[in-house]
């Protein structure tokens, strides 16, 4: 069946399963629900960017604190 499935969807036709699949199932869900995926978007990419900044201050901070470390030692 899986098999199946896989040529299914892959066979050279225009009507293939891909193109079904996508064109009655994914892409109405899509646009269905467009507003709320663009929100979770925005959000994780708000989130990213804290993230981002949070981690660049404690590398700045780590190598900071290995200079001066270094600077002790010689």
Partial sequence: MKC???????APSPSNGAEFLYHRIIRPFFLK???????????LKEKAGETTDTITKEVKKATINLLGDEKKST
């Fill in 33 to 43: 629900h467009e507003a709320q995926l663009d929100n979770v978007m925005k959000e």
């Fill in 4 to 10: 199946g499935f896989l040529v299914w969807c892959m």
